[in-house]
T-cell receptor, first 115, second 107 residues
Framework: EAEVAQSPRYKITEKSQAVAFWCDPI?????LYWYRQILGQGPELLVQ????????DSQLPKDRFSAERLKGVDSTLKIQPAELGDSAMYLC?????????????FGNGTRLTVT | SQQGEEDPQALSIQEGENATMNCSYK?????LQWYRQNSGRGLVHLIL?????REKHSGRLRVTLDTSKKSSSLLITASRAADTASYFC???????FGAGTRLTVKP
């Protein structure tokens, strides 16, 4: 079964540094999501793409976070500068997005530690 | 803000017992989805129930939906130690998750 690929699996960075995460969704999936999950909490939606367009980025801290999906396929989430509170799991998910009944398929995430 | 809110926050049962967890949501839905997350992994889709359905079964899973109360429940029957995980709900309108229910099944 096709999977959502994320890299790196783990990332350790110092505060004030820049960090980037990459996601390759399942082929043909039009909708892509980035979530942040702090340990012990539920996933928090950061940004949703439909093809290459941002549908919802209301929860994205835009002063330091940016996301792009230039060709409507893979996506990059960037943090600059990183802060201690950004330590979390960053999850990417995709769905067909062509009907309301498309379930999300998640990658296994990137675990970020900011020191 | 989070749309799906699950309760209880934590549930501990013995293997073989049934586990019930609940979800409340705030807006209208087309469907409600339940997901499972093992520690350190991504979420996995379990089951989807449409707004015009009241109950749905899949193996040992049973989901109910009460749109008048904006709530859903997930029942896992004859639980196994391998069911130990966190469980989340989300509605298709915004795909936002709550804090989840942490289920522990003791062997």
């Amino acid at each position: 079964e096709a999977e959502v690929a994320q890299s790196p699996r783990y990332k350790i960075t110092e505060k004030s540094q820049a960090v980037a995460f990459w996601c390759d969704p399942i082929s043909g999936h039009a909708t892509l999501y980035w979530y942040r999950q702090i340990l012990g909490q539920g996933p928090e939606l950061l940004v949703q793409f439909q093809d290459e367009s941002v549908v919802d980025d209301s929860q994205l801290p835009k002063d330091r976070f940016s996301a792009e999906r230039l060709k409507g396929v893979d996506s990059t989430l960037k943090i600059q500068p990183a802060e201690l509170g950004d330590s979390a799991m960053y999850l990417c998910a995709s769905s067909l997005g062509r009907s309301d009944n498309s379930p999300l398929h998640f990658g296994n995430g990137t675990r970020l530690t900011v020191t | 803000s989070q749309q799906g809110e699950e309760d209880p926050q934590a549930l501990s049962i013995q293997e073989g017992e049934n586990a019930t967890m609940n979800c409340s949501y705030k807006t209208s839905i087309n469907n409600l989805q339940w997901y499972r997350q093992n520690s350190g992994r991504g979420l996995v889709h379990l089951i989807l129930i449409r707004s015009n359905e009241r109950e749905k079964h899949s193996g040992r899973l049973r989901v109910t939906l009460d749109t008048s109360k904006k709530s859903s429940s997930l029942l896992i029957t004859a639980s196994r130690a391998a069911d130990t995980a966190s469980y989340f709900c989300a509605n298709n309108n915004d795909m936002r998750f709550g804090a989840g229910t942490r289920l522990t099944v003791k062997p």
